[in-house]
């Protein structure tokens, strides 16, 4: 039976109106301080509604409110032109290039791995714990000697910002499928035995079937770090363009309304790479014969 549409979008709008109400709370609240400075030094007695619009339109404020980032956002989104340095989207289109190429990598880094262990007991006692180990190290004391290094040897661009991707999106890949590649039954690989099937013939016909929801759980979490990886590679790099660049920017030039602008783009962009590795697994799961819940 088909959940209605209704169920399913009032408890999303419920958390997106909540968090707009926290959101402008903490706006007042945080940009009150130099509000008040401003009106104690131009001798301004304002009432408290006054008090309250001028917290919420202030052109550099600590916190800005979500008018400001939603018309900042809109404007460097759809009234810019798609060259031009001051887009959004062409800004986003950067940190995507890298996204995409560290993503690539490190799912197929992930699987190749996660083969490994599951088929090589040597690798599944050594490899294993210093894969987890590895993301116990700080991403961002990693990224500036990935970048240091790579450019020692005139390695510079996209390949630094997609290594640190493939860095953080391995993982969860390699992960999700060293489960999903041991979620086949005993009883199941008793029965390929029975059938005399070899270890290759098991690997495609029981073991891949059965890793693919794990594998395609595990790509959302990746594609997400893969993007977290880009942005945070841009930063040491000093790049021109990219999401991390407009952040270094806005810091640089207190432009906070900019920087909230261009993690709203980075929280956009993400949903919609998750949303592709999702309709992705729908097809895969149609292609199986698996009935939609």
Same mark, same amino acid.
């Given at each position: 039976?088909?959940?209605?549409?209704?169920?399913?979008?009032?408890?999303?709008?419920?958390?997106?109106?909540?968090?707009?109400?926290?959101?402008? +709370?903490?706006?007042?609240?945080?940009?009150?301080?130099?509000? /008040?400075? #401003?009106?104690?030094?131009?001798?301004?007695?304002?009432?408290?509604?006054?008090?309250? @619009?001028?917290?919420?339109?202030?052109? *550099?404020?600590?916190?800005?409110?979500?008018?400001?980032?939603?018309?900042?956002?809109?404007?460097?989104?759809? #009234?810019?032109?798609?060259?031009?340095? /001051?887009?959004?989207?062409?800004?986003?289109?950067?940190?995507?290039?890298?996204?995409?190429?560290?993503? +690539?990598?490190?799912?197929?880094?992930?699987?190749?791995?996660?083969?490994?262990?599951?088929?090589? *007991? +040597?690798?599944?006692?050594?490899?294993?714990?210093?894969?987890?180990?590895?993301?116990?190290?700080?991403?961002?004391?990693?990224?500036?000697?990935?970048?240091?290094?790579?450019?020692?040897?005139?390695?510079? =661009?996209? %390949?630094?910002?997609?290594?640190?991707?493939?860095?953080?999106?391995?993982?969860?890949?390699?992960?999700?499928?060293?489960?999903?590649?041991?979620?086949?039954?005993?009883?199941?690989?008793?029965?390929?035995?029975?059938?005399?099937?070899?270890?290759?013939?098991?690997?495609?016909?029981?073991?891949?079937?059965?890793?693919?929801?794990?594998?395609?759980?595990?790509? *959302?979490?990746?594609?997400? +770090?893969?993007?977290?990886?880009?942005?945070?590679?841009?930063?040491?790099? @000093? &790049?021109?363009?990219?999401?991390?660049? *407009?952040?270094?920017? =806005?810091?640089?030039?207190?432009?906070?309304?900019?920087?909230?602008? &261009? #993690?709203?783009?980075?929280?956009?962009? &993400?949903?919609?790479?998750?949303?592709?590795? =999702?309709? =992705?697994?729908? %097809?895969?799961? /149609?292609?199986?014969?698996?009935?939609?819940?």
């Amino acid at each position: 039976m088909t959940e209605p549409l209704s169920s399913r979008v009032l408890p999303v709008l419920t958390i997106i109106g909540v968090i707009i109400a926290v959101w402008y +709370a903490a706006a007042i609240w945080m940009n009150a301080p130099f509000q /008040r400075d #401003l009106d104690r030094r131009a001798n301004v007695t304002s009432t408290t509604m006054e008090f309250i @619009g001028k917290t919420l339109s202030q052109p *550099k404020p600590v916190v800005p409110a979500p008018h400001q980032v939603a018309r900042n956002f809109f404007e460097n989104t759809f #009234l810019r032109n798609v060259t031009s340095n /001051r887009s959004l989207v062409y800004h986003s289109w950067v940190t995507l290039s890298s996204t995409l190429a560290g993503f +690539a990598s490190g799912t197929l880094l992930g699987i190749l791995i996660a083969v490994g262990i599951v088929h090589v *007991k +040597a690798l599944d006692r050594s490899l294993m714990p210093w894969i987890i180990a590895s993301q116990t190290v700080p991403i961002l004391a990693i990224a500036p000697m990935v970048v240091v290094v790579l450019a020692a040897i005139n390695v510079t =661009g996209l %390949i630094p910002k997609a290594l640190i991707s493939t860095y953080l999106s391995f993982f969860p890949v390699a992960v999700g499928m060293v489960k999903g590649l041991r979620s086949p039954e005993l009883m199941h690989l008793d029965l390929m035995r029975t059938y005399n099937s070899s270890t290759w013939q098991t690997f495609w016909k029981l073991r891949v079937p059965a890793s693919l929801p794990f594998l395609f759980t595990s790509m *959302k979490v990746a594609v997400a +770090a893969s993007l977290v990886g880009a942005i945070v590679g841009e930063l040491p790099t @000093g &790049a021109a363009a990219g999401i991390g660049s *407009k952040l270094l920017a =806005g810091s640089y030039y207190s432009q906070t309304i900019d920087m909230w602008s &261009a #993690l709203i783009a980075g929280s956009v962009l &993400a949903a919609i790479l998750v949303t592709i590795v =999702g309709i =992705g697994s729908r %097809i895969v799961d /149609r292609r199986m014969g698996v009935k939609p819940t």
